[in-house]
């Protein structure tokens, strides 16, 4: 008695001209085998992804040197804090936006450039 193998059932239901059952035309196996296979792959990827993680937080890390432990960073706030922020937009005498018309406010927002002095120096 020869053990005959899926593949061999299948083909053999072909060439008849029969139905091919489908326990023997499945495209994967299921099982011990495969779900190993998958584990396995599962934790290789899980060790390279750590494994690359940890070998870059250092690069990560150094990009800002500017980590607000500085005394550098604290002396932005520095100063009077009851003192009300100048205005960037015209504002009344109690603080509250107004809309004067047009050329009668002065330009808040304008940066204050001086002209530059060899321009003054040169004779016209």
Same mark, same amino acid.
């Given at each position: 008695?020869?053990?005959?193998?899926?593949?061999?059932?299948?083909?053999?239901?072909v060439h008849e001209g029969r139905p091919v059952e489908? &326990?023997?035309?499945? @495209?994967?196996? @299921? @099982?011990v085998r495969i779900l190993t296979l998958l584990v396995?792959?599962?934790?290789?990827?899980?060790?390279?992804?750590? @494994?690359?993680?940890?070998?870059? &937080?250092?690069?990560?890390?150094?990009? =800002?040197? =500017?980590?607000?432990? &500085?005394?550098?960073?604290? #002396?932005?706030?520095?100063?009077?804090?009851?003192?009300?922020?100048?205005?960037?937009?015209?504002t009344t005498a109690a603080g509250e936006p107004t809309?004067?018309?047009?050329?009668?406010?002065? =330009?808040? =927002?304008?940066?204050?450039?001086?002209?530059?002095?060899?321009?003054?120096? #040169?004779?016209?």
């Amino acid at each position: 008695m020869t053990h005959e193998s899926p593949h061999d059932k299948a083909a053999d239901a072909v060439h008849e001209g029969r139905p091919v059952e489908a &326990q023997y035309v499945r @495209g994967g196996r @299921g @099982g011990v085998r495969i779900l190993t296979l998958l584990v396995v792959s599962l934790a290789a990827v899980a060790i390279l992804l750590l @494994g690359m993680w940890f070998v870059s &937080q250092g690069g990560f890390a150094a990009t =800002n040197a =500017n980590d607000g432990d &500085q005394a550098v960073d604290a #002396q932005a706030f520095k100063g009077d804090a009851a003192t009300p922020p100048t205005a960037d937009a015209p504002t009344t005498a109690a603080g509250e936006p107004t809309s004067p018309p047009a050329g009668e406010a002065p =330009n808040v =927002n304008a940066p204050a450039v001086a002209p530059p002095a060899e321009a003054e120096a #040169q004779p016209h």
